[in-house]
């Protein structure tokens, strides 16, 4: 009948067969069987709840029919909300497109061709956006991160902790509250002097009282007055005060893309402040430009400034227009997308042309200087003469004249420097001064990262050297090599003779939002405050590599770059060569058209311009670019007109002052494509012959002369950046054919083919295909145009020839390799979730049903429309629905319907809900590739609409597509998912069809469709994941969101029964699958992204009550009938299966069941990969219940309590996951120990497990316990489901604040019925959760904080352990003992509290390392919070579960563990205000059931006394004042049961000496207010008047007093160890006649030996107290097993007899509240021994460990402990092995303590005058180590003497003259 686990003596188990308990084996097995019906099963998989497993997820109820059949005000007030979505759900919004510019920039010319007005109306119409009104509220787009807790932290009041005002509990002798300051007894007063101890305590002041205490208020009162209480100022959402969810398990967190922009890199902003030469004759103008060397491209256009004086000006009167003000800019914005070391900012000169080649017109400004003004007057003169007249007669033309370069990249890294000096040499020569600042990677890096041009510190520069312009190197190649040459320590240009000037400008990062700014066209940028003030001009950018952005704006530029021109061999006189360019609109010369942008201090616009002239060069190069505005619509008549001629310098009679002397020109348009690119053309001669502009110059056109016989010698290259063109061929062609499609304009010719109504089908299938191999970078910049042509394929086929003609399969195909080339071009811009930005951002904004524009081209009014909602407007404007088509043949059956609302097969198919879906286009003749592929059919209210539906066909093309095709939608499934989503929300917004029951919402077979495709898509998500992980994960997040995106669209019972078909495919491939932790993590996030959606409370139906089916079969929840604790009627069903992941529940809730089921897998003890499914699982939680927290919509107490009701379930998951639990309680078996205790028997006789922790014997006999140890108290399934893998301490936590969360804000009655239904083992269980909560969310205190933050960097464990080993003591066996002793103090737990906790890592400390004091301050505010309102929830679960067991016949045992968790959370870091709803608790519990307390457990009582007098002693007055009150009503409880309370007496009496003896930090003074608190009491309690109870309150406070008084004296010898223990014997003698104090001060005394390493003595101090134990139990009964009393220990210790005096004559053992702490038992007796064998071991006195067996063996013997006399034998045999190795030399000799004698004489040492004592020192310690430990003592020996060695030695001292 042995129910013991081999033998194990467990001080926790109450079902250890001792003789002196009586178990029978019926009552075993009911234990058993009780023990079954309530453990958590091994494996919850095979549990059955209705007969579905957790592995298979349940089938949902038929949600629609559901919300049917409940009518919309069932539910009151605001529950309502939560019954359904909200009507204004779904809404369209027109978000007007953002233009930067104040005019739109978009032609005004009246007759577009088709691809311009395309174009426009792209870049003009709003963004239009299906918007889910509430999206924002989802975890999703509202995440809940560091930074919004820190927010809601704000408001936090302090939480006063008693650690924290004391400095530190644990803070030793140095706290500022030292006793002997602040003390109130005089420090002489001897033990006896009793008067002098009353007269102090009367003249003390008293705490202030409570007003109701004295009252007898009835219970129910009391309860309801303290739970008000308890109420008040609690925060409102308690996981505001706990660290944010994990980032990264965020899986369902999105962000709205942001809307598409103009591409801009990083802007420079250039201003030119001033251009001075050392001498002013003529104007000089000025262009700048960046070039990138390593690119070798010039990567910005021109920018023109004109820094001339109005003199100056003046000289071009004659050729001036009235400047326009854009042309005066003289300040530049540069973007550069690429920023690298390599690209300089090049400043060309030009001045007016004139007479003489470069080198002459430079001459002057390199020879002349300022300061010779006067000497070279006539010169000068002589010099504006010449200049005036050029400049009258040459004034339109330029030369070229000088040049320079800035580095770009030395201004930036120079511009971080303090106090640049502007004008230093440096800065005067940027262009090559500082040039290796940047190292050598100036050759290597690619630049991007090593230089940036934004945030440096604005630079002003002063050019002041010029290179002149060579005229045989003036192209850009000649400007490369120059500007890489200029990067060389050896430059060449540094040999050259400069020109000197000075050029000021200042470059700086561009602002935000620059005023007076002018786009690249002109146009005013917003905000341009004035249009008089002087712009600024953006200057636009030519990248040096590719850019991958949409257009989003009317952009159409040309640029003409003149490169050369060979007329070498042309005759006659060409010298001075220029050539003009126009833009011709006709061959009429009036019909150049005016659309060349000027330079500076000119007009706007020209029609006409000129390269500047290289003087007597016939093969001229030439740098000039020139900007054109191409007009909207170009056509076969455009082209570029250049005319090339000799200019004569020389006023010559008779000499024209422009020769031209050739013609060529560039058709703009071939075969409707810009012609772009370079150009090498054939000059003619001649004027050109009519007609010309049609063909091209290469057409050698008979009768007309050529330059150089038709070669060609015109260099010129033209480049377009044009959002108009694509200047693509595949997209040109494409677009070209759309066009045509769209107009129906046949025949059409197409280069060389001409296309008719019979090829153009096949030309455009071919075009389709062909989008592919267009080129990254155009099909980019023309994605949305390109998309949009696609959908409009799908949408709306073409009809040719009055057949439909459908594109659809050619679209899609066309539509996935665009969006594969647009991802891959874009693969460093995508998101986290891999999603392109561009791509997002096109669905979101751009994308809309063809057709569906407010205003359309079928003559219609256009609809004015505010930017607001469209949202189901009563009043539609008319114009929203699609105008008709041409009506086409009917010969197509599928378009035989007639228009309707609802397609009339599909409400009978939907309406009998049999769907049968055989016509489905899956596999039909009709689907693309088939039979009839080319007709579809229609939507059922389109009558004669060719139209589709894009989400239907989307759809349906993606179900059948190929392989090929099907690979690419698959890697970018998300894109089609959202378009369909949207396509599906405007069909329903634009469609009128919100109203509609979303079963009729969308056709069946589009259903079966969608069914069909996540089914694929599921399984494709399943083969995948061992192959491509990643895409396996993205896809896998693509199909949820999908799902979670169409429960606002569809019916959402049908989206609940695909998320269970995909539930069943993983289940499938589990069984198989190689890592099936890989699958399932899959599948949380899948769980956890369609739990992220904003109704997901709604979408768990929580307003329908959950109904228990008819005939359930067995389930957990029936099994537990039986055994209900509390009511003799069987458990509620109803109640019970909201608890547990019934059937019902997980039918209902389907979201909720789907979560908490995964949570339930994870949490199994076999699951694969556990801990980071813990993490996955628990943080799913966790973050939901963030945002529920969050969440405005459930602010409500009644709405929150309805969403906990989600979450129930949680409760019975934490409470049988609690073995592998993380134990913050530290202690070996702690966290079963409640349950264990309830299990063992109902009756609950006496104690079993004690708060005090049982780890004292266990640690010494068998070793230390690590504190993470699992020893199990209770048998059975509990010890199967322990071998799981632990919790994390981090998993632990979060689990158990969502259970917290839960318990806060579940309906308080729903949890007692709950709690009523509950058997035993489950209740006790539940209590040991609450108490693992406790431990959890203890505060740390500040100081903690501090140290946490200093050691951060030290993560490790090991770390912490060393650090741990170098706190509590050296090494080894002394560290051992000390932390041993900490654990044997009832309280000492705490003493660790800090090191403890700063190992469960907390994650808001592990972040930084750095903090500063406000942050830290801040965290122990949270901290401090978020401890109070933990242990307030669990108090008030206590409650409940105290109200609940009322009528238990059981209530003993369960109230005994409430009680236990009341304590321990009593005991643990508090603040005040949880401690005055603490003790309002306790004292409640103890006024309902004070047989708790004093009649059987002595436990109990002595615990609580250990408390209330800690409390007693704080340092807050508010937590004395509750602590005396209760402590003041627990003696008259225990008086009224028996008028006399000698348990609490003598308990509080054992409490405090323990306390004295144990605590460093204890205040005495505050303990001596709180005595003085209770004697008023006593006084003022009317009620026991009459009685002697005053009377004796008062004997004990006095006594408790004197108990202070001789700690006043301990604390003064503090520093003394010698005297401290000399003292505690003394004290300890003193209790001879009270056995349970004598034992305390015994082992108090035996702690301080060990402390101090006297291991010997501490073992002596054991012996004793095993004796004391002894005496008693003799006294009890005559067990042959057990020694006879002390006598058995004499063998030991001589001293021993002393113990003795405990006999008859002193106690019976009956007396009240004597002998009655849990040392006076045999389990007590075997721990005292084994500590003491343990400690003789460490002193080395291997002999004495032998006595102490010899009495311990018998015992275990008696009680068959094999396995504890296994390891004293072995203990044994280590001993005597020692002696023998030592006595025979093997090992090194043992060498114990050194005495010496000591001496004290002076009258200052008071009463230790003339006495001597032996000291007992450390082995080999020499006579001065001691005199020195002495004399350095801080109380100061003023003279003792110290004699060493041996006592023949030694000879008297005589003390005379010592005073």
Not at 57 to 73: A, C, G, K, M, T
Not at 1425 to 1442: F, G, K, P, Y
Not at 1698 to 1721: M, N, R, V, W, Y
Not at 1769 to 1788: D, N, P, R, V, Y
Request: glycine letters at 6%; charged letters at 25%.
């Amino acid at each position: 009948m042995e129910t013991q686990r081999g033998g194990e003596i467990d001080p926790g188990s109450h079902s250890l067969a001792w003789p002196g308990t009586l178990t029978v084996a019926a009552e075993v097995r009911k234990q058993v069987s009780r023990e079954r019906s309530g453990s958590p099963h091994s494996s919850r998989r095979g549990s059955s709840f209705l007969g579905v497993p957790l592995t298979e997820v349940i089938e949902p109820l038929d949600f629609e029919d559901v919300l049917l059949s409940r009518p919309p005000d069932a539910e009151p007030g605001p529950l309502r909300d939560l019954a359904e979505f909200p009507a204004d759900d779904l809404e369209l919004l027109l978000q007007p497109r953002e233009c930067r510019t104040t005019e739109p920039g978009i032609p005004e010319d009246g007759k577009l061709d088709a691809q311009v007005r395309a174009a426009v109306e792209m870049y003009t119409e709003d963004w239009i956006i299906a918007h889910r009104r509430y999206q924002h509220l989802s975890a999703a787009y509202s995440p809940i991160t560091t930074e919004t807790q820190r927010e809601r932290q704000k408001d936090l009041t302090r939480q006063v902790f008693e650690q924290d005002t004391s400095g530190d509990e644990r803070s030793g002798p140095e706290d500022s509250d030292d006793p002997r300051h602040s003390s109130g007894s005089p420090e002489d007063t001897p033990r006896s002097s009793g008067a002098s101890g009353i007269f102090d305590l009367r003249n003390l002041a008293a705490d202030s009282l409570l007003p109701w205490l004295l009252e007898r208020t009835a219970p129910e009162d009391v309860d309801r007055r303290n739970e008000a209480s308890r109420r008040q100022h609690r925060p409102r959402a308690l996981l505001a005060l706990y660290p944010a969810p994990d980032e990264d398990e965020a899986v369902e967190r999105c962000s709205r893309p942001e809307p598409p922009r103009e591409h801009f890199g990083q802007r420079i902003l250039v201003k030119c402040l001033s251009l001075k030469f050392e001498i002013e004759i003529e104007p000089i103008f000025g262009i700048l430009a960046l070039y990138d060397v390593r690119e070798k491209k010039k990567i910005s256009e021109n920018f023109y400034f004109d820094l001339n004086s109005d003199s100056m000006k003046g000289l071009l009167r004659a050729h001036g227009t009235h400047p326009a003000i854009s042309t005066l800019a003289r300040s530049a914005i540069f973007s550069v997308t690429y920023p690298s070391p390599d690209i300089f900012l090049v400043i060309k000169l030009e001045k007016v042309l004139q007479q003489g080649d470069i080198s002459e017109c430079c001459e002057p400004y390199m020879v002349m200087k300022e300061v010779d003004t006067a000497k070279n007057k006539e010169k000068l003169e002589k010099l504006r003469l010449a200049a005036e007249q050029f400049c009258t007669r040459l004034g339109r033309y330029r030369m070229p004249f000088a040049w320079t370069a800035v580095h770009l990249a030395n201004i930036v890294s120079s511009a971080g420097q303090p106090d640049r000096d502007s004008d230093s040499e440096g800065e005067r020569r940027p262009a090559w001064t500082d040039r290796r600042r940047r190292g050598p990677q100036d050759r290597t890096s690619s630049g991007d990262d090593t230089c940036s041009f934004s945030g440096f510190r604005p630079a002003t520069l002063t050019v002041t050297n010029f290179f002149k312009q060579e005229a045989e190197r003036l192209s850009d190649e000649d400007l490369f090599k120059f500007l890489a040459d200029m990067r060389r320590p050896s430059s060449v240009l540094r040999r050259l003779r400069p020109v000197t000037a000075q050029l000021k400008i200042d470059i700086s990062p561009a602002p935000e939002n620059p005023h007076f700014c002018l786009s690249p066209e002109l146009l005013h940028v917003k905000p341009y405050p004035d249009p008089r003030g002087r712009p600024t001009k953006e200057i636009l950018e030519f990248p040096a590599r590719e850019v991958y952005a949409p257009h989003t704006s009317y952009r159409n530029l040309l640029y003409v770059y003149p490169h050369c021109l060979n007329f070498s061999s042309r005759q006659g006189s060409v010298r001075n060569l220029t050539v003009r360019v126009q833009y011709m609109a006709g061959e009429d010369p009036s019909q150049a058209l005016p659309v060349i942008f000027g330079k500076s201090s000119c007009s706007e616009f020209t029609r006409e311009a000129f390269t500047p002239v290289v003087y007597h060069n016939k093969s001229p190069e030439f740098y000039e670019e020139f900007k054109l505005r191409l007009p909207a619509c170009v056509t076969e008549n455009h082209h570029l007109l250049f005319t090339f001629y000799h200019v004569s310098c020389q006023p010559r009679p008779g000499t024209a002052l422009e020769t031209p002397v050739g013609f060529t020109w560039i058709p703009l348009l071939q075969h409707g494509c810009l012609r772009t690119g370079p150009f090498c053309l054939p000059v003619s001669v001649d004027q050109l012959p009519p007609s010309y502009s049609v063909l091209t110059p290469d057409v050698a056109l008979p009768g007309m002369r050529w330059v150089d016989g038709h070669k060609g010698v015109f260099s010129v290259e033209l480049t377009a950046v044009s959002s108009v063109h694509p200047q693509d061929p595949h997209l040109d062609k494409f677009f070209t054919l759309v066009h045509v499609l769209e107009e129906g304009a046949f025949p059409f010719r197409l280069k060389d083919t001409v296309l008719s109504e019979s090829t153009v089908e096949q030309e455009m299938r071919a075009s389709l295909a062909a989008l592919r191999l267009a080129s990254p970078e155009p099909l980019v910049a023309f994605s949305h145009h390109v998309l949009d042509k696609l959908v409009r394929l799908v949408v709306r086929p073409p009809i040719i020839g009055g057949q439909i003609v459908n594109l659809g399969r050619g679209a899609f195909e066309a539509m996935a390799h665009v969006v594969s080339l647009v991802h891959r071009s874009l693969e460093a811009a995508q998101d986290a979730r891999g999603h392109c930005p561009l791509l997002a951002a096109y669905v979101h904004y751009a994308f809309r049903l063809p057709g569906t524009e407010p205003s359309l081209p079928s003559g219609t009014p256009p609809v004015a429309m505010q930017p607001a909602t469209l949202a189901r407007g009563p009043g539609r404007p008319t114009s929203l629905y699609l105008a008709r088509s041409k009506s086409i043949s009917s010969s197509n059956p599928d378009l035989a319907v007639a228009p309707g609302s609802v397609d009339d097969e599909v409400s009978r198919i939907l309406a009998s809900k049999g769907i049968d879906r055989s016509h489905s286009w899956v596999n039909s003749a009709y689907a693309p590739g088939g039979s009839k592929a080319v007709l579809r059919r229609a939507p059922p209210y389109c009558g004669a609409d060719p139209r589709q539906l894009l989400h239907e066909e989307l759809a349906l093309q993606w179900v059948v597509s190929g392989s090929a095709v099907r690979e690419a939608v698959l890697q970018h499934a998300w894109f089609f998912f959202q378009l369909m989503v949207k396509s599906m929300a405007l069909h329903l917004l634009l469609g009128q069809r919100l109203d509609t029951p979303r079963k009729l919402r969308f056709p069946g077979r589009f259903l079966d469709d969608i069914a069909a495709l996540v089914g694929s898509v599921g399984l494709e998500v399943i083969t995948r994941l061992y192959k491509d992980a990643e895409l396996a994960e993205r896809l896998n997040a693509s199909l949820a969101f999908f799902l979670s995106d169409l429960l606002s669209l569809v019916d959402r019972g049908f989206i609940f029964s695909l998320v269970r078909a995909h539930y069943k495919q993983v289940a499938t491939r589990l069984q198989s699958a190689p890592n099936p932790a890989l699958l399932l993590t899959l599948r949380m996030d899948f769980t956890r992204i369609l739990c992220s959606h904003e109704h997901y409370v709604t979408l768990n139906l929580p307003c329908c009550p959950l109904s228990p089916p008819a005939s359930p079969s067995p389930s957990v929840s029936s099994t537990t009938s039986q055994s209900s604790t509390f009511s003799s009627q069987a458990p509620d069903p109803k109640v019970t299966s909201m608890f547990e992941l019934s059937g019902p529940f997980r039918q209902q809730h389907f979201l909720a069941g789907l979560l908490l089921t995964e949570l339930a897998l994870a949490l199994e003890p076999e699951a694969e990969g556990a801990f980071l499914l813990h993490k996955k699982a628990i943080s799913a939680v966790h973050s939901l219940l963030c945002g529920h927290d969050a969440d405005p919509r459930y602010a409500e107490a009644a709405v929150k309590a309805r969403v906990a009701e989600l979450y129930l379930p949680l409760l019975s998951l934490a409470r049988d996951t609690l073995p592998r639990l993380h134990d913050f309680a530290e202690g070996p078996g702690q966290r079963s120990r409640l349950a264990s205790m309830l299990d063992s028997d109902t009756e609950g006789e006496g104690d079993i497990g004690g708060t005090i922790n049982p780890s004292v014997a266990m640690a010494i006999a068998g070793g230390p316990l690590a504190p993470g140890s699992r020893a199990s108290i209770s048998q059975g399934p509990v010890a199967a489901s322990r071998s799981g893998c632990p919790l994390s301490a981090e998993s632990s936590r979060t689990l158990l604040v969502c259970v917290l969360w839960v318990l806060k804000n579940a309906e308080p009655a729903l949890l007692q019925r709950w709690a009523a239904d509950l058997a035993l083992p489950q209740l006790g269980r539940l209590l040991d959760l609450l108490y693992l909560c406790l431990a959890a969310f203890e505060y740390k205190g500040k100081k903690a904080f501090e140290r946490i933050n200093s050691l951060t960097f030290k993560k490790s464990l090991d770390m912490k352990a060393r650090l741990e080993e170098a706190i509590l003591g050296t090494i080894g066996a002394r560290q051992d003992m000390v932390r041993r002793s900490r654990e044997r103090s009832p309280f000492g737990n705490q003493e660790n509290v800090r090191w403890r906790k700063s190992i469960t890592h907390w994650r808001q400390t592990s972040d930084r390392v750095d903090k500063t004091k406000d942050e830290m301050e801040h965290e122990a505010l949270v901290d401090g919070n978020l401890a109070t309102e933990a242990s307030l929830v669990v108090l008030d679960t206590l409650e409940i579960i105290v109200q609940t067991v009322m009528l238990s016949e059981a209530r003993e045992s369960i109230l005994g563990a409430v009680l236990k968790v009341v304590l321990y959370s009593l005991g643990s870091a508090q603040s005040a205000l949880f401690l005055q709803h603490g003790l309002a608790t306790q004292r409640a519990l103890v006024s309902k059931f004070p047989e708790l307390l004093f009649e059987e457990d002595t436990e109990l009582c002595a615990d609580l006394c250990l408390r209330l007098l800690r409390h007693c002693g704080s340092r807050l007055s508010t937590v004395r004042t509750h602590a005396s009150a209760s402590l003041y009503l627990l003696m008259r409880q225990n008086f009224e049961i028996g008028n006399n309370f000698a348990r609490v007496k003598m308990q509080v009496t054992m409490s405090l000496s323990s306390l004295v003896g144990t605590t460093q930090s204890f205040s005495e003074e505050h303990l001596r207010r709180s005595l003085k608190t209770i004697l008023t009491y006593a006084e003022e309690d009317v009620g026991l008047r009459d009685s002697t109870f005053a009377e004796q309150v008062q004997d004990l406070m006095f006594n408790l007093h004197m108990i202070l008084t001789d700690t006043v004296k301990m604390k003064e010898h503090q520093e003394d160890p010698e005297m401290l223990i000399d003292l505690m014997y003394r004290i300890a003698r003193g209790y001879q006649g009270s056995p349970d104090l004598r034992l305390t001060w015994l082992q108090n005394m035996a702690g301080k030996h060990a402390e101090l390493g006297n291991h010997a003595e501490a073992a002596q101090c054991m012996v004793h107290a095993a004796a004391l134990v002894a005496e008693y139990l003799a006294l009890l009964e005559d067990s042959r097993y057990l020694p006879v009393g002390c006598v058995s220990f004499q063998n030991i210790s001589s001293n021993v007899l002393e113990e003795s005096a405990i006999s008859d004559d002193i106690l019976s053992p009956d007396e009240e509240g004597f002998c009655s702490g849990k040392h006076f038992t045999e389990l007590g007796l075997v721990g005292l021994l084994e500590q003491a064998a343990a400690y003789f071991t460490m002193g080395g006195l291997y002999e004495a460990v032998n006595e102490v067996y010899k009495t311990l063996i018998p015992i275990l013997e008696a009680h068959r402990d094999y396995k504890k006399l296994a390891a004293v034998h072995g203990k044994l045999q280590e001993a005597f092995t020692k002696i023998m190795h030592q006595s025979s030399g093997w090992e090194m000799q043992r060498v114990f303590g050194t005495y010496f004698r000591v001496g004290f004489y002076g009258a200052r040492f008071g009463d230790l005058d003339e006495q001597e004592f032996v000291y007992k020192e450390p082995s080999i310690t020499k006579l001065a180590e001691i005199s020195h430990r002495l004399e350095a003592r801080p109380s100061g020996v003023l003279h003792g003497e110290v004699w060493g060695g041996r006592g023949r030695d030694c000879q008297r001292f005589e003390p005379r003259g010592q005073d």
